[in-house]
């Protein structure tokens, strides 16, 4: 009877759990409504993890025995998780956010990953169905988990560069088939009957061995500015691993928890790809971003240093300017003397909008939520295909920490590795700033001829320092911000 009663408010808290999930996520598509859908989606997380406590209601008497140490191990691991992730959103940097990330993918890959463990090693994938699933979410958790420690290594600079040799594509070929022929092998096993070469536990060790192998030698070759692709891939990747775990968990939480992460994760994988102008197979298995290749030999002009103060008041008289912020921007935090300084622009009659590139910074929507933390309107903020072609139309365009993002190169030359990316069109304003520390490259680690052309002036320094010059500068001139 009480098992019966709490299979019902399982059922219906799996439900509110599913609405939670798919409404936060509804809510997440706008930057009004994203804080708030981050909120209403962790309420179903909350909501999912409370009804799966009462599971214990439902175990056979055999498992009976094991109730108290199991559910102890449960709780200490949800304080020691809840913990952990607590402490580490609240004092991550904005600028380490995609590593964060990225380690928070890898453990949802490997949780999926340690379900298939549990359920592999303790013969519980009875039949083809649930065996060739389970083994299916152990591999591309596997996979996620290794694969997503690594592109958090190389976004943290543990790993400098990227790994290449000749033949790495044929190697990881050969890798991939080893793990599923394994996992073939397991099956036939199961199903013949037929003794295996080796034990089955050494057999389901080396298929994880494997494929946790498989993730890094993925990974490690893929460089420059594909991380956040990849990043996304294995995003899409758990949120599968762990659906089909949910599959075999019959957990309906789980799977549908799972399929929206999947489904979520392959639409930005293909968005992001879109934004580089790069198939997803060209991602992988292409290297992208080699900083060796391209030396400024063929860009013509030189570096026009220029002041602060000089270019903040010729901003002051200009008629439209249009801002395009990069990952300088994030790493300076001057996002509040950036909005302090656009409001003095505005109270001079200065129309001002910003321009956002889809892989601006280091994770998609970073400038996004930069700009809110510094409360700056959203009517002030344009993506990139709704304001490319003002860029023509406008006086100044002000580029703050950002470089890959408009260099023209994408644009114009066909031997550039970034050749094909959209890019923001900062180059056709009449006059372009420049605001960086000096001649430090962008992500995909190539020369910007943008910095070079007539029409371009460099404003070196620390982002923040060199608002706090130009707000002198225009206040010295008289004039206050409007609000
Ligand atoms: P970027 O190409 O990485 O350039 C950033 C520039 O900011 C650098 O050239 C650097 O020059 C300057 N900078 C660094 N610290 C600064 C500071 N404190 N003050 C002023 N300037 C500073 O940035 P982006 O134009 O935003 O392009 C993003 C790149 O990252 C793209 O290639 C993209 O594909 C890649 N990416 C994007 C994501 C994503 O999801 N958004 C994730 C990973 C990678 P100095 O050293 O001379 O100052």
Known sequence: MIATISQLIIGITDLAAAFLFLYGLKRMSSPVTAPSGIFVAGIGMLVAIVASFLYVFGVSAAAKPFLPVNIGLALVALVIGGGAAWWSGKKVAMTSMPQMVALYNGMGGGAAGAIAAVELFGGKAQGATPLVVTLIGALIGAISLSGSLIAWAKLDGVIKKPLRFSGQQAVNAVVMLATVAIGGYIVFVALSGAAPVLAVSTLIYLFFGVALLFGILMTLPIGGADMPVVISIY????????????LVLQNPALMIAGMVVGAAGTLLTLLMAKAMNRSVANVIFTNFGETTKHSHGSIKGSLKPTAA???????RYAAKVIIVPGYGLAVAQGQQKLYEFVKLLQAAGVEVKFAIHPVAGRMPGQMDVLLAEAGVPYDLIFQLED???DFADTDVALVIGANDVVNPAARDDKSSPIFGMPILNADKAKKVYVVKRGEG?????????????DNCEMVYGDAQAVLVKMIEAVRGLGLSAAA
């Not at 103060?309 to 901003?315: N, Q």
């Open 309 to 315: 103060g000089d270019a903040g008041i010729f901003m």
């Open 441 to 453: 490259k962008g992500y995909a680690g190539i020369v910007n001829a943008l910095f070079y052309a």
């Open 235 to 246: 995003n899409a990747a758990t949120g599968l691993a762990v659906g089909l775990e949910g």
């Open 387 to 389: 304001i490319n072609d």
